[in-house]
């Protein structure tokens, strides 16, 4: 068995660790943490009273090498690059939840903050399964994609050779409230958010240059990203549509359909997706259809799972040389 911890064990992404990692065959769950500690798993989540009792540390480095081979941090942006420095430096393996390994310096510094772990940036791998599969088999630092990238990323990247790269793409996203963390916010309010929908952060969504630079990383090709979140009804879900021109004339479902073949935690769906067949899996579905060259591709995920911490477990199975899917979700919260 290998040991792994989780830091930020309090949090949504956390929760969803914890509760896949109690049933892994293959990893057994040895540290967790928040910044205070000093309590129980099932205190910080009531949930899981009477599924598993088990001490949360204060976060600690030392803590952590002490007790695993491999620890998930579900930290901030910023706090975690923090953290993660000392583990790598010790030679643990890390994959990290957050934008902090994400994005190339330049990239990251623009849109975040002045990068203080430069000296790892570049060891680690994009967890975006799918197209880094290989590379996550020999990494040890993997960085887990944003949920709206991925959700993006998955629908869009099969299209790039076909699409008319000087036309604008506009990606219309919408998200469940935990996509936005635990803390409190007016923006996250019960009152603002029932019965409403909205975007925010209009154009200039930091996701945007993250989706921009994968493309680019993947495709070799420079597409300017039109980006608007919106913010939904709803406690987990995303759903991703994207608007494109395409340059040939191909059958999009039949572009999907091979594209991901031997990919089992992809869905090409006849239909336009919904977020609940997702709801607690690993599953991206994606649906495309054309009218003449205008492209639409519309994907859903879990925020929670397959944007962050399924994900997250699939990039651990694959750096540990477990099968992709091992202990991954799929039975999805329906009805
Ligand atoms: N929610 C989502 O859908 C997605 C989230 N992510 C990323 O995953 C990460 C976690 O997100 P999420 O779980 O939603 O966030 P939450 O706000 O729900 O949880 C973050 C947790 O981190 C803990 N924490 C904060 N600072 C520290 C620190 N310095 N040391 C130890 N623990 C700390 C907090 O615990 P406490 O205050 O109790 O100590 C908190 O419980 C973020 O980087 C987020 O951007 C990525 C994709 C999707
Ligand atoms: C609904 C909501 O607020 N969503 C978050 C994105 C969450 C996520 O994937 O991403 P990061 O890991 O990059 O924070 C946002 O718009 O900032």
Do not use: W
């Amino acid at each position: 068995m290998v040991k792994v911890g989780v830091v930020g064990a309090s949090g949504y992404t956390g929760l969803e660790l914890v509760k896949m990692l109690t049933s892994h065959p293959g990893f057994e769950l040895t540290y967790l943490a928040t910044t205070q500690g000093d309590t129980l798993i099932e205190s910080l989540h009531p949930s899981l009273e009477g599924v598993i009792t088990m001490p949360v540390e204060k976060a600690d480095v030392n803590g952590v090498l002490n007790a695993c081979d491999l620890v998930f941090l579900a930290l901030p942006h910023k706090a975690s690059m923090g953290f993660a420095k000392g583990l790598l430096e010790n030679g643990l393996k890390v994959v990290d939840l957050s934008a902090d390994y994400r994005l190339q310096l330049d990239t990251y510094e623009e849109n975040y903050c002045p990068h203080e772990d430069k000296e790892h940036l570049d060891e680690a791998v994009y967890a975006l399964i799918e197209y880094y599969r290989e590379e996550l088999k020999g990494t040890d630092l993997a960085a887990g994609p944003g949920c709206y990238p991925t959700a993006t990323l998955l629908g869009i990247l099969p299209f790039i050779p076909y699409l008319d790269t000087s036309a604008p793409l506009f990606v219309d996203a919408k998200s469940g409230v935990s996509g936005a963390g635990k803390k409190l916010s007016e923006t996250t309010h019960f009152v603002t958010v029932n019965d409403n929908i909205f975007a925010y952060n209009p154009l200039k969504h930091r996701h945007a240059p993250e989706i921009s630079e994968k493309i680019e990383k993947v495709h070799g090709v420079k597409m300017h990203v039109n980006f608007v979140p919106h913010l939904i009804p709803a406690t987990r879900g995303e759903l991703v549509s994207v608007y494109a021109t395409l340059k040939a004339d191909i059958d999009p479902l039949m572009v999907l359909k091979e594209h991901y073949a031997n990919d089992p935690f992809i869905r090409i769906r006849d239909k336009p997706v919904d977020i609940k067949s997702t709801a607690g899996t690993h599953f991206c579905d994606i649906y495309a259809a054309k009218n003449g060259n205008a492209l639409f591709v519309s994907s859903a995920i879990d925020n929670l799972l397959r944007g962050a911490s399924s994900q997250a477990l699939a990039a651990a199975n694959l750096m540990c040389g477990y099968e992709e899917g091992m202990g991954i979700p799929v039975i999805a919260y329906v009805p």
